[in-house]
């Protein structure tokens, strides 16, 4: 990927995965812009357990698809080790989330017709080197809900089915956007045990949105966004478990 933007940055801290420079985003509805993304500058390091925390409309999505190649800044820079993804290619921006990076979203999109075991292995097949689905779905507890369907499974299951899906793959970072909004708390709790524990047993760079304050105490550092700005950065001196959270 973009080979020349190795020229012209600094060379990145070693623990840094991210590098976000004076993002800007603006979408451009007819004649009305919208200002999404107002001069985001953020380094995300390897290991890391954050949450993006703001209020709806705040910019959290826009940012993370940013992160995940899902979406181009206007402006800025993003760096992921030394690769510009603001220079890259549709094709090497492919390839940068088929193999680094692994996304959770609020609704699970698992397909219907396959089983647990089947959803998770349609991403096994086109990984490089993949974890098994029964070793995937072991990490997130599911060991004993290999062969149900979707529909056989409550709402944290299928979460938890589409964080398995996600981590076979081993990517290098975790991009979870409100993974635990469709859920009540007890069952968002579980939700938030198999992302913990795919964070410290893989050492997964885990990046989660959520719009629900209680949820940033499990964090080793809390992003607070409001109207497109950082407004604040706090590093939590010890992380709570998810049982442990206040929700
Ligand atoms: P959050 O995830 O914090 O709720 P978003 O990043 O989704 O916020 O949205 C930030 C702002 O950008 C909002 O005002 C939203 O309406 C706008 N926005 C997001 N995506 C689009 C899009 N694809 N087209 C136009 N406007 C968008
Ligand atoms: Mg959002």
Redesign the pocket.
Known sequence: MAQQAQHEHEPLNEGVVFHVHDVT?V?Q?GEVA????RGIDLDLFRGEFTVLL????????????ILGGL?TPTDGHVLYGSRDLTRASEHELTEYRRFHVGFVFQFYNLIPSLTARENVAVVTEIAREPMSPEEALGLVELADRLDHFPAQLSGGEQQRVAIARAIAKQPDVLLC??PTGALDSQTGIVVLEALQRVNQEMGTTTAV?T?NAGIAQMADRVIH?AD?HITEVNTNATRLEPHELTW
């Open positions: 985003k979408y509805m919208v200002h999404a993304l703001g209020a709806s409309g705040s910019g959290k999505s826009t940012l993370l698809n979406d956007d409100e949105i719009h966004l497109g």
